[in-house]
């Protein structure tokens, strides 16, 4: 993110009339400003090399390449939102598998909600429109990060490898808690709360911060801090 706090978004989505769309949503929020658009994956590979981008809003569905093609290549770069129709859950799987930090589903927010949803991921949160989650949870898909149950287990403190503190830890990233405002809750440094967080997703067998969230919210429930 620029030193002003400005978000810096790229929208790629080939319907020039969600694109714009979008940028009306977009243009009205302060500190979020639409820097580019992009009509393909490749054109988007493109953009996001030569523009400052702090979010790309990625389409799933596109002529050519797909957008799951590029989700990998994408959040080396910046912090990529799915932002389509599809709420398939091998869909949505894919997507956070290959690096994306949040999956929202055309129709299920206003101006505000992705604006919020924006500022979280790029925060180090996650964000998952209620489509999206239910996809996840009922859709007949699971996980192949997910560990196996452990017999008895209540909890996901109940998970092999994860102490009491790495419990508190990923309680705070489930609320969508940057490393910085972890560290500065825990009263650690944040070279510390990345180390913790590594090893979570080791036990926990993912491998993106979006991945971890859901299934941590899917064990734990409720409970945490908000």
């Not at 580019?36 to 799933?60: K, M, Q, Y």
């Not at 790029?122 to 949870?137: E, I, K, Q, Y």
């Amino acid at each position: 993110m620029s030193r002003t706090n400005e978000i810096g978004v790229v929208i790629v989505d080939d319907s020039p009339i969600v694109r714009a769309g979008l940028r009306a949503l977009l243009d009205v929020e302060e500190h979020l400003s639409v820097v580019a658009e992009a009509g393909s994956a490749d054109e988007a590979l493109c953009t996001v090399a030569t523009h400052r981008a702090d979010c790309v809003l990625l389409d799933v569905r596109m002529p050519g390449r797909d957008g799951l093609s590029v989700v990998a290549e994408l959040s080396s770069r910046a912090t990529v939102i799915m932002l389509t129709f599809s709420d398939e859950p091998a869909t949505i799987q894919g997507a956070l598998r290959e690096g994306a930090s949040g999956y929202l589903v055309h129709g299920t927010f206003d101006a505000d909600t992705l604006a919020s949803m924006i500022r979280q991921c790029v925060g180090g949160g996650g964000a998952f429109s209620g489509p999206a989650l239910s996809a996840l949870r009922g859709g007949g898909v699971a996980s192949p990060a997910q560990p196996p149950v452990v017999e008895g287990a209540t909890s996901p403190a109940d998970v092999p490898g994860l102490s009491a503190r790495q419990v508190e830890v990923m309680d705070l990233v489930a609320a969508g808690r940057s490393n910085g405002q972890i560290a500065g809750e825990l009263f650690v440094a944040e070279k510390t709360v990345k180390n913790h967080i590594n090893a979570i997703f080791a036990a926990l067998g993912t491998s993106t911060r979006a991945e971890a969230i859901v299934l941590w919210r899917d064990r734990r429930g409720p409970r945490g801090p908000r």
